[in-house]
């Protein structure tokens, strides 16, 4: 998981509430990702960015915000707007220089229950 | 667009037997495939990439990888497998399109290998 960092670990939450997702690196990369795993769906992108203060929507950005103030930080809001947010989320970063140019690390995820 | 397929949800194998994961891509240009790892409750591990070069690439853990242009086909190999190589694991190819796409990663659904001793 080396120096992507993801909390809390598990979190759970009241039909109704928003809650924000922590993910930090130390890793100087440029692009973050937020994906949502979910049992044999594989992993589905939310958001992305590959510059601080910019950010893209993925495939399923329905219910969810994000933001990127500092290159190292890229926190994920899940809004009670998102219908079934109970799911795994795992963040990832990626250098856009340099010989690992082409691989994404995955922090260790953070495991969301609706009650 | 680009999607790939792992077309077994489940790969049950003997402990010191060969085992193969497989996987087929579709792209638009030339793909960057890669393999990840995930053990329960963790994050996707890492475990090789093809970009250009070698048709066998070789990763962690003494996996390795067999990439097939004719067949569009990347599968995950290991002469041996062991017990503690019992995991989830994914496929992904990169979008290598221009813009702010650039580098997103489209997974398969993920292939559930079980190592029995």
């Known amino acids: 998981d080396g120096g992507i960092t993801q909390s809390p670990k598990y979190l759970f939450r009241k039909e109704g509430q928003n809650v924000t997702l922590s993910c930090e690196q130390n890793l100087n990369h440029d692009a973050m990702y937020w994906y949502r795993q979910d049992p044999g769906q594989g992993l589905r992108l939310i958001y992305y960015?590959?510059?601080?203060?910019?950010?893209q929507k993925g495939d399923i950005a329905e219910g969810y915000s994000v933001s990127r103030e500092k290159k190292e930080s890229f926190p994920l809001t899940v809004t009670s707007a998102q219908k079934n947010p109970t799911a795994f989320y795992l963040c990832?970063?990626?250098?856009?220089?340099?010989?690992?140019?082409?691989?994404?690390?995955f922090g260790p995820g953070t495991r969301l229950t609706v009650l | 667009a680009q999607s790939v397929a792992q077309p077994e949800d489940q790969v049950n194998v003997a402990e010191g037997n060969p085992l193969t994961v497989k996987c087929t891509y579709s792209?638009?240009?030339?793909?960057?495939l890669f393999w990840y790892v995930q053990y329960p409750n963790r994050g996707l591990q890492f475990l090789l990439k093809?970009?250009?070069?070698?048709?066998l690439v070789k990763g962690s853990y003494g996996f390795e990888a067999e990439f097939n242009k004719s067949q569009t086909s990347f599968h995950l190999k290991k002469p041996s497998a062991l017990v503690s190589d019992s995991a989830l694991y994914f496929c992904a190819v990169r979008d290598i399109g221009r813009g702010s796409t650039l580098g997103r990663l489209y997974f398969g659904r993920g292939t559930q290998l079980t190592v029995w001793p």
């Open positions: 960015s590959q510059i601080v203060n910019d950010f």
């Open positions: 792209v638009s240009g030339n793909p960057y």
């Open positions: 093809y970009i250009t070069g070698d048709n």
């Open positions: 990832a970063s990626r250098s856009l220089a340099g010989p690992s140019t082409d691989t994404q690390y």
